[in-house]
Antibody, heavy 116, light 107 residues
Framework: QVQLVQSGAEVKKPGSSVKVSCKAS????????ISWVRQAPGQGLEWMGG????????NYAQTFQDRVTITADESTSTAYMELSSLRSEDTAVYYC?????????WGQGTLVTVSS | AIQMSQSPSSLSASVGDRVTITCRAS??????LGWYQQKPGKAPKLLIY???TLQSGVPSRFSGSGSGTDFTLTISSLQPEDFATYYC?????????FGPGTKVDIK
């Protein structure tokens, strides 16, 4: 059974960066793309970008293109999402999800709070 | 980029009702569409992929249809545990895109 386990909640200052991890188990990590999706409080789901670990190729949504970096470490089956130049509007729950049969397996979510 | 819309944005229904939610893509996406259910504080749960294929373990009261630009999620007989928000997602190409969601609450 595929499981995605994310790192814990973060509190960050405006202008700083945050790096969230997503460790996969129970499947072939390298073969599937991992996407990152965010959800601001009371809002809908927003795709941020994704990576295929085997190809080390990342795609990003234009909204986040300049501020997000998605990477993967095949040796530890872990994907990472780093968001820079944080502002209050980045306060949200960030999810990783596997792109198998569409986004089929999801992490539990990581709350990132941006506050001075 | 492909844009997704959903209607209605919210609806009130009773247990036992038949509920239909519509999703529209700004351009043709074949059948590259999924439906998700999300409850407060939880990660989205995949219900249907490839527009009409039921994910393993999902009750058969959920069904999906459509192709091209117009898609439908139907709940044949609404159960108490079905009150939630539903999202469509296109995975035809990058960037992936979600619909804005449909909140189903109790009448």
């Amino acid at each position: 059974q595929v499981q995605l386990v994310q790192s814990g909640a973060e509190v960050k200052k405006p202008g700083s960066s945050v790096k969230v991890s997503c460790k996969a188990s129970g499947g072939t990590f390298s073969s599937y793309a991992i996407s990152w999706v965010r959800q601001a409080p009371g809002q809908g789901l927003e795709w941020m970008g994704g990576i295929i670990p085997m190809l080390e190729t990342a795609n990003y949504a234009q909204t986040f293109q300049d501020r997000v970096t998605i990477t993967a470490d095949e040796s530890t089956s872990t994907a990472y999402m780093e968001l820079s130049s944080l502002r209050s509007e980045d306060t949200a729950v960030y999810y990783c999800a596997r792109l198998g049969r569409i986004l089929d397996y999801w992490g539990q979510g990581t709350l990132v709070t941006v506050s001075s | 980029a492909i844009q997704m819309s959903q209607s209605p944005s919210s609806l009130s229904a009773s247990v036992g009702d038949r509920v239909t939610i519509t999703c529209r893509a700004s351009q043709g996406i074949r059948n590259d569409l999924g439906w998700y259910q999300q409850k407060p504080g939880k990660a989205p749960k995949l219900l249907i992929y490839a527009a009409s294929t039921l994910q393993s373990g999902v009750p058969s009261r959920f069904s999906g249809s459509g192709s091209g630009t117009d898609f439908t999620l139907t709940i044949s007989s609404l159960q108490p545990e079905d009150f939630a928000t539903y999202y469509c997602l296109q995975d035809h190409n990058f960037p992936l895109a979600f619909g804005p969601g449909t909140k189903v609450d109790i009448k």
